[in-house]
């Protein structure tokens, strides 16, 4: 049985490789293609340097919120134009995984951001909030208790204007 992976060093450069093409905003399938011309290892394998660039790329970045803000939304632009293409194509199979890639980077971006502001979050939370008092049957109708996140995110979305 041959070692079809090679050595670190190999591997290490065809990371790098990865990272570049990736770095040019070059989609991963492209990516893996270009791999496999290059150096002539199995499909397998440059799909794992593939994840392992991403990987590098994101231990390494540090975004701003507004970085953060316009990278999302270019994959966003990105899925939309996918599916228009295949809309244009009479391709429903394209449609549908455009579909499915839409809402999975949706779950995803609110995992982000509720990742990012909920120590913010609890923090105005523990500064503004008194403690709960109970209350008779009638009191409870008018005081309803909000949970912390939705009061949160309902501050978001209030325009200040």
Known sequence: MTNTRG??????ERKQHAINLLCQNIPDSLVVE??????????????????????????E?????EEFNYILQQNFDN??????????????????????TQ???????VAIKRELEYPEM????MESSSPRRTHNDLDRLDNVYVHPW????????????
Request: proline share 1%; hydrophobic share 25%.
């Open 61 to 65: 970045a540090n975004y701003t919120q």
């Open 7 to 12: 050595t670190n060093a190999d591997k290490e």
């Open 103 to 109: 809402n999975s980077a949706i779950r995803n971006f």
């Open 122 to 125: 609890w923090q105005n939370e």
């Open 34 to 59: 270009e791999l496999h011309k290059k150096y002539k290892k199995s499909y397998q394998t440059h799909r794992g340097d593939v994840r392992e660039a991403k990987k590098e790329i994101v231990k």
């Open 150 to 161: 939705d009061k949160h995110c309902k501050e978001q979305d209030d325009i200040p204007f």
């Open 79 to 100: 899925i939309q134009e996918a599916f228009y293409k295949a809309k244009e194509d009479n391709n429903v199979s394209a449609m549908v995984g455009a579909c499915k």
